[in-house]
């Protein structure tokens, strides 16, 4: 396995879309032809299977330095208000676009750090959402919360308000790597919000790990994992540190990168973690995602029902996902678009009564075709072409792109398909690479993604 991850250990993508974000055709994008794109596919699923909502709620109060997300930093809580008023008002002008009631099948509330908010403000939002559209009976609402501020009344008023999924940052439990990240929080306090959230009632507990942190070795890694055990949450999130100062700036230049772990010492963190949390009953269902056999993402998973998104994995799907707050992306499966990533400029966009969207992508007919050939990768380990509408021209350049991973044992290709085998998992961003025909035609000049492995 070593030589093996030697040799494809190479810069690629995470998949959460095809194209993935700098593939995107920005120069032909337009605001009014993705809306277009909004309003047919809504059309043609909202009343079957409804729409979901990212609502991306940027505030923290201190700065995380291994953090790639879209944030502000403060301290001031009376950015709330005004925050909630703008997500209302465009939250207000896609229904204006929309103009039939949106049925909600998800909602997700990411950061930043959501528990920033108060309670009130969070219900505030909420309460607006739920008055100008129906709920699905079959809802999945969840949030992520910070340890050190997520509070019984966040997790009392979001419960009454349908939530049963939150999920819960870790990362590390040494105190050293947590000192160097900016990222203290006891054992104590994560053991608090898990419990209290247990006794109110949510079905459904994530705990999100990171391997590839500065000063992070298997020691300190099987002591935080085995101290995660003892809180058995019912799904885990073991991410791979992706460190690309070079896209994210001075936030993850916070520790020295001599102090991060080797590229063999990173993907040992990874591979004896896997083992460690299999024997303690834990089933990998996606890449760096794990749950108990009781969890509704190991169920979907065995039905083949699983989905991934710019939100990670999920047990449903819609067609329709509409991101609101500064920098949400939204996904129509038509097309992708992404909000102004500055709040000052989401602001203004809002001020001026337009739905702020800065950039995004519209899918041609071969886009389509390949994306749903990545989607069926990196959730079901396999795909197909037997059908004339799953193949393309470059089909056969994509094969023969494999061969050399299929002689690696990491893949089996048939006339019609191909499937990853169990040793092949740890290689299927890599495996994706080959049919990613966007990013083969435009190779970049500089590094842009992390490493694969």
Not at 43 to 57: R, T
Not at 149 to 157: A, F, K, P, Q, V
Not at 254 to 258: M, T, Y
């Given at each position: 396995m070593k030589e093996l991850i030697h040799k494809y250990n190479i810069p690629g993508p995470r998949y959460t879309s095809y194209p993935t974000v700098p593939y995107w055709d920005n120069s032909s994008f337009s605001a009014a032809a993705y809306l277009e794109t909004l309003k047919r596919s809504f059309?043609?699923?909202?009343?079957?299977?409804?729409?979901?909502?990212?609502?991306?709620?940027p505030f923290c109060e201190s700065l995380c330095t291994f953090c790639a997300c879209h944030k502000r930093i403060t301290k001031k809580h009376s950015v709330e208000a005004p925050y909630i008023d703008a997500v209302i008002k465009e939250w207000?002008?896609?229904?204006?676009?929309?103009q039939d009631k949106p049925l909600i099948s998800e909602i997700h509330l990411g950061g930043g750090t959501p528990t920033f908010f108060a309670m009130a403000e969070l219900e505030r939002l909420l309460q607006h959402i739920f008055s100008t559209s129906d709920i699905a009976e079959e809802h999945t609402f969840s949030f992520e919360g910070h340890p050190n501020?997520?509070?019984?009344?966040?997790?009392?008023?979001l419960y009454k308000l349908g939530f049963r999924r939150c999920s819960f940052g870790v990362q590390d439990y040494a105190e050293?790597?947590?000192?160097?990240?900016?990222?203290?929080?006891?054992?104590?306090n994560v053991l608090n919000v898990t419990n209290a959230a247990r006794r109110i009632g949510y079905n459904s507990i994530s705990h999100d790990l990171v391997f590839g942190l500065p000063f992070q070795n298997w020691a300190g890694m099987e002591r935080t994992i085995r101290r995660t055990l003892e809180l058995k949450p019912d799904r885990l999130a073991f991410y791979s540190y992706a460190h690309v100062p070079w896209i994210k700036g001075v936030g993850q230049r916070?520790?020295?990168?001599?102090d991060l772990p080797s590229g063999e010492e990173k993907r040992a963190l990874y591979e004896n973690g896997k083992v460690l949390l299999e024997e303690l009953g834990y089933v990998e269902v996606g890449m760096d995602h794990f749950s108990l056999p009781t969890d509704t993402?190991?169920?979907s998973m065995v039905n083949k029902t699983i989905h991934r998104n710019f939100m990670g994995y999920s047990s449903s799907s819609t067609q329709v996902m509409i991101g609101l707050g500064m920098s949400s992306i939204s996904d129509t499966w038509y097309g992708f678009a992404q909000n102004?990533?500055?709040?000052?400029?989401?602001?203004?966009?809002?001020?001026?009564?337009?739905?702020?969207?800065?950039?995004?992508h519209i899918l041609n007919q071969e886009d389509l075709i390949i994306r749903r050939h990545i989607l069926n990768l990196m959730c079901l380990l396999e795909t197909s072409w037997e059908k004339p509408e799953e193949q393309f021209k470059e089909l056969p350049d994509t094969l023969e792109r494999?061969?050399?991973?299929?002689?690696?044992?990491?893949?089996?290709?048939?006339?019609?398909?191909l499937k990853i085998t169990e040793k092949g998992r740890t290689f299927a961003r890599n495996i994706c690479m080959s049919f990613d025909l966007r990013m083969l035609r435009d190779k970049p000049e500089t590094r842009i993604f992390s490493m694969t492995v």
């Open positions: 059309k043609e699923s909202n009343a079957k299977q409804g729409i979901s909502l990212y609502i991306h709620l207000n002008l896609y229904l204006e676009l929309l501020n997520t509070r019984l009344e966040h997790l009392e008023g050293k790597v947590q000192i160097a990240i900016n990222r203290v929080q006891p054992f104590e916070g520790f020295d990168e001599n993402l190991y169920q102004e990533k500055d709040l000052e400029a989401y602001y203004e966009r809002l001020a001026q009564n337009e739905i702020p969207l800065m950039r995004g494999l061969q050399e991973m299929a002689q690696d044992g990491l893949l089996e290709i048939s006339d019609t398909g």
